[in-house]
């Protein structure tokens, strides 16, 4: 017996195969009587139904928070949270917000500065110079 | 190859029959009895439990008539059943749970696969013991479709690869850790403690209480034990015999005791090693039985194609040669090519701190495989590692699999090519 096998995990890529939307669970907290909470309580009346019957991937939870700012916090499946206070919006700016949340990936922000991210090896190879011809100093 | 008969195997997943067999063999430490008056053939009604009864469900009158029946002669009252909670929540309460219908949703589940199953498959052995309530019997529907079609694809792909390669690559793609992965990126959360009060869209289970290990099902040899005893078998042929699992692992030692049921023989060799992988793992493939027994055949083939088969496992890094160029000679001698011969290709810096030497290994005017390395020796070695890899790994392309004849005008099945296997020196 000369091979001997070293034991690897598959790496799944979301998107390749299947795609899990990575908003698990959408927050959403209110308060009856503050005015910064007017635009949320407007949203959650005429908007939010018909947003959550569009997305039923997500779970959503409605709470009131009394004498609070409302804000909405994502819940993502690698386990991070995402909060956006919507003190003072409009039902469409805070739909805005619904949206940015359902599709965030629940990552830190980070700086992409390469065209393309991949985990197969180029088609090209890597250029070596031991082949070819070689230079002419 | 055998067709799999899993209509057959996994019937009673569909239709529950509380035959008598079955209510010998539950465990004793759980003593519900069957009432005589389940008469309700849904899926989840005629359970054997007076208890699970007592639903407030609008759509289950006939059950509240029943529960206020007064008891039978030689009948046990719910009181005398059980004093305690339920193990588990009850399966009506899956239809009012957020968390189970965003899951559903979030896997693009069909709609022919009931919220009620998916809580079912949420249930781990070790939470609630009783067969028709935890997900051991959906987990090894799972668990045989998802390794039918992971090997077939595998050797279908790599008709090549040797036969340690090939069980790596099953762990790979089907093992406890990868499929353990997979529930945590579909992001299931599990319950602190399993119980009647728990969401029933958490993973329930409990690391401390006896569950079932897929790898331990099936037939296992009856000579199996003897080995096991005598630490023979442990080669990779005695592997491909006597393993008891597509991962070629033997376990009839530690299949010995009851994992189902429990009598305070907490030995080493029951103790699992990490049990919410386990947990996890059995909640996939018992989700992967659910998609097979409700949507059928070619629904759980895409589901596994879908979110297994596309995962990503770059085989060439599983190889570990022992004499690389030793079992090189002998596969161009098997296979009638001339002798390999190393032949330096090019070198830069042989009197440097840093040389480098490229190598390439030649059978007769055919270039098998070329490596660099930092001294000639090492730049054979992995130039004939680099051959061996290149032989072993050869694929036909997208080829058919047997499981592409299940379909109703499918072209009859051309034999594929299969190697004869590896080089043994």
Not at chain 2, 253 to 259: D, I
Request: with cysteine; glycine share 6%.
């Amino acid at each position: 017996m000369t091979i001997r096998a070293l034991e690897k995990i598959s790496v799944g890529q979301n998107g390749i195969g299947s795609f899990i939307l990575q908003c698990k669970r959408l927050d959403i907290h209110y308060c009856d009587h503050s005015g910064s909470s007017r635009g949320m309580n407007a949203f959650i009346k005429t908007h939010l139904s018909k947003f959550a019957q569009t997305h039923p991937a997500i779970e959503f939870a409605v709470s009131p928070r009394p004498r609070k700012h409302p804000v909405m916090i994502g819940h993502y499946i690698n386990g991070r949270q995402k909060s956006i206070c919507v003190a003072n919006m409009e039902p469409s700016q805070i739909l805005k917000k619904a949206e940015l949340l359902r599709d965030a990936s629940g990552d830190k922000v980070k700086r992409v500065n390469k065209p393309v991210t991949s985990v197969n090896e180029s088609v090209r190879g890597i250029w070596s110079p031991y082949h070819g011809n070689g230079m002419a100093v | 190859m055998k067709r799999l008969r899993l209509d057959r195997v996994a019937s009673q997943l569909l239709a529950a029959t509380t035959s008598p067999a079955a209510r010998l063999s539950r465990p004793s430490s759980i003593s519900r009895s069957i009432p005589q008056t389940c008469r309700h053939a849904s899926l989840y009604n005629t359970q054997p439990c007076q208890r699970r009864h007592q639903s407030t469900a609008a759509s289950q009158a006939p059950l509240e008539e029943e529960l206020f029946l007064e008891p039978q002669d030689g009948e046990p009252t719910p009181e005398t059943l059980r004093g305690g909670p339920l193990p588990s929540p009850h399966p009506s309460r899956a239809a009012s749970s957020a968390k189970l219908a965003a899951l559903h949703a979030r896997l693009s589940l069909s709609s022919k696969i009931p919220v009620e199953t998916l809580a079912r498959a949420l249930v781990d052995p070790s939470a609630d013991a009783h067969p028709k309530y935890n997900n051991a019997n959906l987990a090894y529907v799972g668990s045989t479709v998802l390794h039918y079609y992971a090997s077939e694809s595998l050797i279908a792909r790599y008709p090549r690869l040797p036969m340690s390669i090939l069980f790596t690559a099953m762990k790979g793609y089907a093992g406890n850790p990868a499929l353990h992965q997979v529930a945590r990126a579909w992001g299931v959360e599990s319950a602190a403690a399993p119980g009647e009060e728990v969401d029933p869209g958490l993973l329930q289970f409990d690391p401390m209480k006896p569950t079932v290990v897929m790898n331990k099902w099936g037939y296992v040899r009856a000579e199996t034990i003897e080995s096991q005893k005598f630490k023979s078998g442990k080669g990779l042929s005695g592997r491909v015999v006597y393993g008891s699992n597509p991962f070629g692992e033997s376990s009839a030692a530690k299949a010995l005791p009851n994992f189902e049921v429990d009598d305070g023989r907490n030995t080493k060799t029951m103790l699992l090693q990490n049990a919410p992988a386990n947990a996890h793992a059995n909640f996939v493939r018992a989700v992967i039985g659910a998609v097979h027994m409700h949507c059928g055949r070619d629904a759980s083939k895409n589901f596994v194609k879908s979110h297994f088969l596309s995962r990503t496992l770059d085989l060439s890094n599983l190889f570990e040669f022992e004499l690389p160029t030793r079992e090189l000679a002998r596969l161009c001698a098997r296979e009638n090519f001339e002798a390999p011969v190393a032949r330096l290709e090019s070198e830069t810096g042989r009197l440097s701190r840093t040389p480098v030497f490229v190598v390439g290994i030649y059978s007769g005017r055919d270039k098998l495989g070329e490596a660099p390395g930092p001294d000639l020796d090492s730049a054979r070695v992995a130039a004939s590692i680099n051959a061996l890899k290149a032989w072993y790994l050869y694929s036909p392309g997208q080829v058919s699999v047997p499981s592409d004849t299940f379909a109703e005008d499918a072209a009859p099945w051309k034999p594929a090519y299969v190697d004869i296997g590896e080089i043994i020196s």
